[in-house]
């Protein structure tokens, strides 16, 4: 009865991953000069969407960027210019803010009526 009852929630527990997988948003890292290389560096260990939901300025990129190839990240010292260039001319820290596909943003505050 155990293994049955240990089995039915295995089963159950895979549906759900799995179906949470298959709603995952498929985000595209936009058209560039380096987005080649953006792919080839970071799509590895990441999904797009962590990256595109980035709002940073050009220093903040450059630290990102050099920490995560201290973590492993594939960049050619010659290529790593161009990657931050790349992401700070698409993920700016003025650019507005992301809104994931499918969601709808709500503050949960009342707006004031006007007259």
Not at 19 to 25: N, Q
Not at 36 to 63: D, N, S, Y
Not at 90 to 113: H, L, S
Request: hydrophobic share 45%.
């Amino acid at each position: 009865m155990k293994s049955l009852l240990l089995a039915t929630s295995l089963v159950l527990v895979c549906s759900i991953f799995l179906a949470a997988s298959e709603l995952s948003f498929d985000e595209q890292l936009p058209a560039g000069p380096a987005k080649e290389k953006a792919e080839a560096a970071c799509l590895g260990c990441h999904e797009a969407r962590i990256i595109v939901q980035q709002r940073l300025a050009k220093p903040a990129w450059t630290k990102e960027v050099d920490k995560m190839v201290k973590w492993g990240a594939d960049v050619a010292p010659a290529d790593r210019d161009a990657l931050i260039d790349y992401l700070s001319a698409n993920f700016p820290a003025d650019k507005a803010a992301y809104e994931a596909q499918g969601t709808e943003v709500t503050t949960g505050r009342k707006t004031p009526k006007t007259k």
